[in-house]
């Protein structure tokens, strides 16, 4: 399927009496087909910083537990890859609580990502950075503290020019032109985001009635819009080569704890495979790659986490 172009009926498959009901699923899904024709189109140009390509994917179309079963728009958006925001979500979901991963447990909020959103009104076409995603935000949060790097962050932003605005949405505050941002309005961004529970975001609005969503050639705006942010995106987004937050360390550490089972020094443990099964014994040492040193009676053999228990 090509894209085509957004209908009038496509912004009404949104409206708040629908937000809720499954009847109008196949509207939606509608919609989602479309979205997934424009990801064909716009995914083979986005790529993260370090030139991996960023995963492409829609929302669910359907009430469900990952949008607090209300539909009010739906999102194709851009991330890291799977592999890489499981890598990072041990971290940052232990930087929320329950109720938080309850109310919205979606990948959406713990990373900075890229989207087109389309909801009863607009299409958007943003960057989008949560309060939650501790270690994009954290990483935005350090980078910023040098006035070099924020001149350089200004300068990304600025030149996105006409009809793109930067704010954190529910603030008090009003969005600012994109290109009349100054280095005091983007501290106070940075400074306000860990405590807004909301997004950071930079985006390109465009009204329903706005010609351009109107026509096949939508496609080609929104694949220029989404590449302008790119360069915004590889400045904030946490990688092994933008890390200013020593998250390599975390996640070295991170790597030797699973490997271990979380074992420590001195911890009595039962071998439960191999050659000593049913031997119990104490961890004289962790290696460096999660290898464990166990004392069984007179001797010491060396095993993998998996290989015993804790007793």
């Not at 109310?103 to 389309?118: A, C, Y």
């Not at 950075?129 to 300068?155: G, I, W």
């Not at 031997?279 to 166990?294: F, M, N, R, S, Y």
Request: glycine share 6%; aromatic share 6%; net charge neutral.
């Amino acid at each position: 399927m090509e894209f085509t172009a957004f209908t009038d009926k496509d912004f009404d498959a949104y409206l708040d009496h629908k937000w809720q009901s499954n009847a109008f699923n196949r509207e939606r899904l509608e919609v989602k087909e479309k979205l997934l024709a424009l990801g064909r189109v716009i995914g083979p140009v986005m790529r993260a910083g370090d030139g991996s390509p960023l995963e492409c994917e829609v929302s669910a179309e359907h009430p469900a537990l990952w949008n607090q079963r209300v539909v009010r728009d739906q999102h194709l958006f851009f991330s890291r890859s799977k592999a890489s925001r499981k890598e990072l979500d041990t971290i940052i979901s232990k930087g929320r609580s329950i109720a938080a991963l309850i109310e919205d447990p979606s990948p959406l909020r713990n990373h900075i990502f890229l989207s087109l959103m389309i909801d009863k009104r607009q299409v958007e076409l943003a960057l989008k950075l949560h309060s939650d995603a501790a270690v994009d935000r954290d990483n935005l949060q350090r980078k910023c503290q040098e006035f070099f790097q924020r001149e350089k962050l200004l300068q990304l932003i600025r030149a996105l020019k006409d009809g793109y605005t930067i704010g954190i949405d529910g603030a008090a505050s009003e969005q600012t032109p994109a290109a009349e941002l100054d280095d005091g309005r983007l501290q106070a961004l940075v400074q306000e985001l860990p405590g807004a529970s909301s997004w950071l975001v930079v985006r390109r609005a465009l009204d329903r009635s706005d010609p351009l969503t109107q026509e096949p050639a939508f496609a080609e705006v929104a694949l220029e819009s989404l590449t302008r942010l790119l360069p915004v995106l590889e400045f904030i987004a946490w990688t092994r080569e933008n890390d200013h937050v020593s998250m390599r360390d975390t996640l070295k550490q991170n790597v030797v704890k699973t490997r271990s089972k979380g074992l420590g020094k001195h911890d009595r443990i039962r071998v439960i495979r191999g050659m000593f099964t049913g031997k119990t014994g104490v961890v004289e040492q962790i290696d460096a790659k999660g290898a464990l040193k166990v004392r069984l009676g007179a001797m010491v053999v060396k095993l993998a986490g998996e290989d015993v228990d804790k007793i």
